[in-house]
C-alpha cells in the first residue's frame, strides 16, 4: 500500500463517525422517488460544511465538484430515494415516516458519497482534474432520476472520462467488494396486459367470452417466447406478479382480467423485438378465442453494460487500497438499475459493496453492517484519485 492508499484509508476511517451519523439520519427520515426534498437539503447542507460546491437538478438531485489542476473530470454516482415498505426492525435509527424505508440501501449510497467527498476534499491540492459528485432522485421510479441528470447536465462540460456507482450487496461481508466486467445487469420493462371478453354466469359459459380461459391460454403461449423463441445462450425473463379481474364470485365470469408483469434482458434488439411478438401473440390468441387484448409497456431502464477496460481497471484499483481478498468476482444479475443509462453515454462502472445483511434488499429487515461504510467512502474516493492519478 502506498503513501496515498494509506492516506485514503485513514481519512475515510476518520470521517466514518460523521458517515455513520448521516446514514442513521437519513434512514430515519427516507423520501419515495423524486419526493427527496428533506434529503437533498440535508446533503446540500454537508456539502456547504465542507465547502463543497454544488447546484439543484432533475428537481431534488445535486451536482458537487471537488476541483484541482487542469485534467480530466471523473464522475461518482449515489441514489437517493427509498421504498414504500413498512419498516420492521427495531433499531434507533429506524424509519420515522409510516410506510417508506431505505431497504435498497440508497441511505448507505448517499453517505458513502458524502464520506468520499470529505475525504477529496481534504486531498483536494493533489488534484490532477475534477470530481463530479451526483446526488440522485428517483432510482426506484420511471422514468428513472438518471435520465434527469442526464437531461441537466450531469454528463457534460466536460464528459467525464469515468463514471463509478456503487451499490450495496448483502450477501457480501462489510470490507468486501464485487465487479463485473461486459453486460452486468438487465433492461426492465412494465407490461400491462388486459383481457377483454363478455361477462355471463359461471354455469352458462356458451353465453359469455370467457376472459380468464383466455388469459391462462395467452400467459402460456407469451411464456413460450421465452422458452422456445429466445436464444437460450441469452438471458430474458418474462414474470407476471399480479392478475385481476372486476368483481365477481365463484360463478361469475368476469368482462375482463388484468395483468402486470415485468420483461428482462440483455439485448437491447430482442428486447425490441420481444416487445412486438408479445402484443402480437397476446392480440391474435384472444381474437383466436372471441376476446380482445390489449398491451401496454412501459419503457424502463436500459440493460447496465460496465466498460470493460474501465472495470478491470477499478479491480485492480480496489485490490490495491483493499487486499486481493476483498475484490470478488460478480455473476450476470436480473436485476434493472438506471445507473444503466449511464453506462450507455460514458465509459462507466457499477460495482457491489459489501454490507453483510442476513436479509435482502426490499424486505422490510433489510440492515446493514456500518463497517461497510468505510469501504464505501474509502473506495470511491480512492478510484477518482486513481483515475486522475493523483
Not at 333 to 351: I, K, L, Q, S, W
Request: proline share 6%; glycine share 10%; with cysteine.
Amino acid at each position: 500500500m502506498n503513501d496515498l492508499c494509506t492516506r485514503v484509508c485513514a481519512l475515510a476511517e476518520a470521517a466514518t463517525p460523521q458517515s455513520v451519523a448521516d446514514r442513521r439520519h437519513l434512514h430515519a427520515h427516507p423520501e419515495l422517488s423524486f419526493e427527496e426534498h428533506e434529503t437533498v437539503a440535508y446533503v446540500a447542507g454537508r456539502l456547504d460544511e465542507m465547502g463543497v460546491p454544488h447546484r439543484r437538478v432533475a428537481g431534488t438531485g445535486l451536482i458537487a465538484e471537488v476541483r484541482g489542476g487542469a485534467g480530466p473530470t471523473v464522475a461518482l454516482r449515489a441514489d437517493m430515494d427509498a421504498l414504500p415498505i413498512q419498516e420492521a426492525n427495531e433499531v434507533p435509527y429506524r424509519s420515522t415516516r409510516e410506510g417508506v424505508m431505505h431497504a435498497c440501501g440508497h441511505d448507505v449510497h448517499t453517505a458513502s458519497l458524502l464520506g468520499a467527498a470529505r475525504v477529496l476534499k481534504q486531498l483536494e491540492g493533489k488534484l490532477n482534474g475534477t470530481i463530479r459528485m451526483l446526488f440522485q432522485p428517483g432510482e426506484e421510479k420511471l422514468p428513472g432520476g438518471a435520465t434527469l441528470m442526464i437531461r441537466d447536465g450531469a454528463l457534460q462540460d466536460p464528459a467525464p472520462g469515468a463514471l463509478f456507482g456503487q451499490h450495496v450487496h448483502p450477501p457480501l461481508p462489510a470490507g468486501t467488494v464485487g465487479f463485473r466486467p461486459g453486460i452486468y445487469m438487465a433492461s426492465t420493462d412494465e407490461l400491462f396486459l388486459t383481457i377483454y371478453g363478455r361477462g355471463g354466469h359461471g354455469a352458462m359459459p356458451h353465453q359469455a367470452v370467457d376472459p380468464i380461459v383466455i388469459t391462462a391460454q395467452v400467459i402460456t403461449a407469451l411464456q413460450q417466447l421465452v422458452s422456445r423463441e429466445s436464444d437460450p445462450t441469452l438471458p430474458v425473463v418474462l414474470t407476471f406478479g399480479k392478475i385481476g379481474s372486476e368483481g365477481g364470485a365463484t360463478n361469475v365470469i368476469p368482462n375482463a382480467v388484468r395483468l402486470e408483469g415485468t420483461l428482462r434482458t440483455l439485448d437491447e434488439a430482442w428486447r425490441k423485438e420481444l416487445h412486438q411478438r408479445l402484443r402480437r401473440t397476446a392480440e391474435g390468441i384472444a381474437a383466436a378465442l372471441g376476446g380482445r387484448a390489449e398491451l401496454e409497456i412501459g419503457h424502463g431502464y436500459p440493460f447496465l453494460k460496465n466498460d470493460e477496460p474501465l472495470t478491470h481497471w477499478a479491480q485492480a484499483a480496489a485490490r490495491k487500497l483493499l487486499g486481493e481478498d476483498k475484490v470478488v468476482d460478480l455473476p450476470i444479475r436480473m436485476t434493472g438499475e438506471d445507473f444503466a443509462f449511464y453506462t450507455h453515454h460514458v465509459p462507466a462502472c457499477f460495482y457491489r459493496l459489501g454490507v453483510g445483511s442476513p436479509s435482502p434488499v426490499h424486505t422490510d429487515t433489510f440492515d446493514v453492517d456500518e463497517r461497510c461504510l468505510t469501504t464505501g467512502s474509502a473506495l470511491l474516493a480512492w478510484l477518482a484519485l486513481e483515475r486522475l492519478g493523483a
